[in-house]
């Protein structure tokens, strides 16, 4: 499986600058990056020999800044 985007690189979160990668990935805050979440696990369903009823992810960890 893979993926193949019209640009290479990453875009910015809430910017003109839009870089037109597959899964619409940007850098946001700090170190904050997104991109397109449904897109990323519909390819991710894809993948030969995962069980549809199987979670892709168990646990998930970001870094976010102190809201204090």
């Known amino acids: 499986m893979f993926a193949e985007s019209k640009e290479e690189?990453?875009?910015e979160k809430d910017a003109w600058?839009?870089?037109k990668?597959?899964?619409?990935t940007a850098f946001g805050?700090?170190?904050e990056i997104v991109c397109n979440?449904?897109?990323?696990?519909?390819?991710?369903?894809?993948?030969?020999?995962l069980s549809a009823d199987k979670q892709?992810?168990?646990?998930?960890?970001?870094?976010?800044?102190?809201?204090t």
């Not at 990668?21 to 619409?24: I, V």
């Not at 979440?37 to 020999?49: I, S």
């Not at 892709?56 to 809201?67: D, F």
């Open 17 to 19: 600058k839009e870089t």
């Open 21 to 24: 990668n597959k899964f619409g």
């Open 9 to 11: 690189g990453v875009g």
């Open 29 to 31: 805050t700090g170190t």
């Open 37 to 49: 979440d449904d897109l990323v696990f519909e390819y991710a369903r894809k993948v030969k020999g």
């Open 56 to 67: 892709l992810i168990r646990k998930l960890c970001r870094n976010q800044e102190s809201r």
